[in-house]
């Protein structure tokens, strides 16, 4: 994960504010993309007894999404990322644990990783 770029979470953040935005202003139904590419919705599933800060890797770059406590579940949007298929890496604040699945995003779907050892 070193060797390429991270986006902060604020960006991400962002850049779904100005889609929210951009959706409010619309008169018609469809489906809202942002520049980089589609967006998609991105579950992910905590069952550890520990919190895990969670990213995704596309091939081309490494994006944080955010914060997943234990045992809670959480959403993430994920725009424009280079392909489907992403792989999902999580760890705990020691690095005592680092979990890493496959995901393939599909568009209108929410998209289930869960973070078992």
């Known amino acids: 994960m070193a060797d ?3 986006k902060s979470a604020a960006t991400r953040s962002l850049v779904f504010m ?3 935005a951009i959706g409010a202003g619309c008169s018609r139904g ?3 993309e942002s520049e980089p590419g589609p967006v998609y919705l991105l579950t992910v599933e905590n069952p550890m007894s520990h919190a895990m800060d969670v990213w995704f890797d596309d091939g081309t770059e490494t994006t944080e999404l955010g ?3 234990a045992g809670a ?3 993430f949007v994920v ?3 280079a392909r489907p298929q992403i792989e999902v890496v ?3 604040d020691g690095r005592t644990h680092t979990i890493t699945r496959p995901a393939e995003l599909v568009r209108g779907a929410s998209n289930r990783v869960v973070l078992t050892p």
Do not use: N, S, Y
């Open 90 to 92: 999580a760890r705990d």
């Open 79 to 81: 725009a424009g990322p």
């Open 30 to 32: 469809g489906v809202i």
């Open 73 to 75: 579940v959480r959403e």
């Open 67 to 69: 914060r997943v406590e």
């Open 4 to 6: 390429r770029p991270v």
């Open 18 to 20: 100005l889609l929210l």
